[in-house]
C-alpha cells in the first residue's frame, strides 16, 4: 500500500513538472499568466501551426480554467484544470467498468436463463408447451347439414389434443348454434 502511495506521489510529481515546463513554453512573456492569445498560440504551435483549434473553444477553454476570472491563467489554475479533467476521465473509466461488469452480469443471467428454458420447457407436436394449459373457446358454427333424414341436428364440439379429449356441450335442434 505505500509503494502504490509513493508511486502516486512520484507520478503527480512527474504531471506537475511536465504540466510546468506546457504552461511555461504556452507562457510567452514569462509574467506566469497565460492569455487567450498565449494560449491559442500555444494550441496551434503544439498542432505543427496548423490552425485546426477554433478561437471560440479556445476562449471557453480559458474561461474555464481561469477561476477567478481576471482573465489570465495561473500555473496552479492550470494545474487544477488538469487534474479535474483526469478526475473526470477517471470516474468516466470507472462508470464505464461498472457498466461494463453489469452487462456481462446480465448477459450471464440471460444465457443462464436460456439454458434453464431449453432444459425445462419443451414443447410437443402441436407447438404446445408440454405441462401448459390450452384455453379454448367455443364460439359458433354455421350452415350445419342435416345428416341423417327424419332427425333433428344437436351439434356438439369434440377437441382432442395429445390424448385428451373433451366434448362441449349438445346444442338441441340448431344449425347455426352458439356456446357461450
Same mark, same amino acid.
Not at 506566469?32 to 500555444?42: G, M, R, V
Not at 473553444?57 to 471557453?60: D, H, Q, T, Y
Given at each position: 500500500r505505500k509503494m502504490r502511495a509513493y508511486k502516486m506521489d512520484r507520478m503527480v510529481d512527474y504531471m506537475k513538472t511536465k504540466l510546468a515546463k506546457e504552461y511555461q513554453t504556452a507562457d510567452k512573456d514569462h509574467?506566469?499568466? !497565460?492569455? $487567450?492569445? &498565449? !494560449? &491559442?498560440?500555444?494550441?496551434n504551435n503544439i498542432n505543427n501551426g496548423n490552425k485546426t483549434y477554433d478561437s471560440t =473553444? $479556445?476562449? &471557453?477553454l480559458h474561461h474555464q480554467i481561469d477561476e477567478n476570472n481576471?482573465? =489570465?491563467v495561473t500555473l496552479d489554475e492550470f494545474c487544477t484544470a488538469f487534474a479535474r479533467k483526469v478526475e473526470t476521465y477517471e470516474l468516466q473509466i470507472l462508470e464505464s467498468k461498472r457498466l461494463s461488469a453489469e452487462i456481462r452480469y446480465n448477459i450471464e443471467d440471460i444465457n443462464n436463463l436460456k439454458q434453464d428454458v431449453a432444459r425445462t420447457e419443451t414443447i410437443n407436436q402441436f407447438g404446445i408447451m408440454n405441462g401448459s394449459i390450452l384455453i379454448v373457446t367455443i364460439v359458433s358454427a354455421r350452415d350445419l347439414r342435416k345428416i341423417e333424414f327424419g332427425r333433428a341436428i344437436d351439434p356438439f364440439v369434440v377437441l382432442q389434443c395429445e390424448g385428451q379429449r373433451i366434448e362441449s356441450n349438445f346444442i338441441r335442434n340448431n344449425y347455426n348454434p352458439v356456446w357461450n
Open positions: 509574467d506566469d499568466n !497565460l492569455t $487567450i492569445d &498565449e !494560449l &491559442e498560440a500555444y494550441m =473553444k $479556445i476562449r &471557453e481576471n482573465g =489570465k
